[in-house]
Nanobody, 115 residues
């Protein structure tokens, strides 16, 4: 049974940083690309970042490029999202997902960027 559990969200001031984690279980983690999405209030869920199964290839939404970094530790079945220079528009629920088109999502973690 696929299980994805996000953690690390919280309240942060504009310009601050947070590191999200997503612990995976129930499948061969190292065989799958992984991705992070976010959904802000009243908006559609959008892709933030993705990483290939081996970690060698990453992709980012234009709005976060240069500020966010996706990484993974296949020995710990975990994918991370380091978020720096956070902006108010980064307020959203952040979800991890197995690959880019699967139905396997975590429950989400709330990130609120506010002074």
């Amino acid at each position: 049974q696929v299980h994805l559990v996000e953690s690390g969200g919280g309240l942060v001031q504009p310009g601050g940083s947070l590191r999200l984690s997503c612990a995976a279980s129930g499948f061969t983690f190292s065989s799958y690309d992984m991705s992070w999405y976010r959904q802000a209030p009243g908006k559609e869920r959008e892709l933030v970042a993705g990483i290939s199964s081996g970690g060698g290839t990453t992709r980012y939404a234009g709005s976060v490029k240069g500020r966010f970094t996706i990484s993974r530790d296949n020995s710990k079945n975990t994918v991370f999202l380091q978020m720096n220079s956070l902006k108010a528009e980064g307020t959203a629920v952040y979800y991890c997902r197995r690959s880019y088109a699967s139905g396997y999502w975590g429950q989400g973690t709330q990130v609120t960027v506010s002074s």
